[in-house]
């Protein structure tokens, strides 16, 4: 699923779709509102955020409402963190080690 996730960011204005979904609930064309191409691209753009999980659709009649669906984000973050918590693990081994050492040296 995080190769469905990041392929679905790779592409910006999905990225700036999803910008615009931080805000709340909009339309579909609320969102093409935004854009300068087509209504029809915007919705194969949001096809694909919802097929990744970033987004989920809700039909009211006629009209798509689209939300930014924040458990869809959670394998791309903990893939994430683990690089994140590498860099804080080893930060904090360098802070003890030279605390250690001035101690010692103090000694």
């Not at 204005?13 to 931080?22: A, E, F, G, M, S």
């Not at 690089?83 to 605390?99: G, H, I, S």
Request: charged share 35%; glycine share 4%; net charge negative.
């Amino acid at each position: 699923m995080i190769e469905q996730t990041i392929h679905s960011l790779s592409v910006p204005t999905r990225r700036d779709i999803l910008y615009l979904l931080r805000g709340g609930e909009l339309t579909s064309s609320e969102i093409a509102s935004n854009f300068d191409i087509s209504a029809p691209a915007i919705s194969q753009h949001l096809k694909v955020l919802e097929q990744s999980g970033l987004v989920t659709v809700r039909r009211a009649g006629t009209k798509r409402f689209y939300r930014i669906r924040r458990e869809g984000f959670k394998d791309l973050k903990q893939f994430i963190d683990q690089f994140w918590d590498d860099q804080l693990l080893r930060l904090k081994e360098a802070a003890e080690e030279e605390e250690r050492r001035q101690h010692d040296e103090t000694d």
